[in-house]
């Protein structure tokens, strides 16, 4: 090979490369006001009540996996307290909520087909839940979604429900836990969440 050639032709894709990179940076800087105001909207409807979430860019001098793009989710969870990472104020609620609201709006463009939502009843409950309860059973329509709750007013937007039990059994005056898993389907759902309503 000859090294000149190598080097022109290394130094012509970097070139491609990086036209490319910045295209797509500003394509990304287009349309984050706009990502912006429907997390915002997302999140309000998931009674995050006055929190805003903001998609800051950075065009980076070095490539990433994704370019020359640096993306950071900004929120400002309570009015007049300023803007802050999301991953450094939210909690793990708050976390799951935002999440929840990404999937929803991102749900007609991945192909991510399960999605996992645990804690996201964390210090929550009446109509807050119900609400969660909605978005998730939307988010459900695109994919397969799996919720970790305790709560039944999230429960019983289920189309299938597995309930955990833990017992306490005695032998030979030695204590142990047994859990039980059982599905439900149907009207058992309703039932069952009737049942977690009247436990809480």
Known sequence: YDLDQVKNGIDFLK??????SRSLHKQRVKHASKL??????????????????KLELEELKDFNDLGTTKANFMAETN?????????EVASGGELSRILLAVRQILAAYDSISIFLFDEIDTGIGGETAICIGKALSQVAKNGQVIAITHLPQIAQFAESLIVVNKDIQSEDKKSRTESSVKELSGKMILKEAQSMAQLN
């Open 79 to 87: 009015p007049g307290e300023g803007f802050f990472k999301v991953k």
């Open 36 to 53: 912006s105001l429907e997390l915002t909207e997302k999140i309000q409807n998931l009674k995050m009540n006055g929190a805003v979430i």
């Open 15 to 20: 070139f491609k490369l990086t036209e490319s």
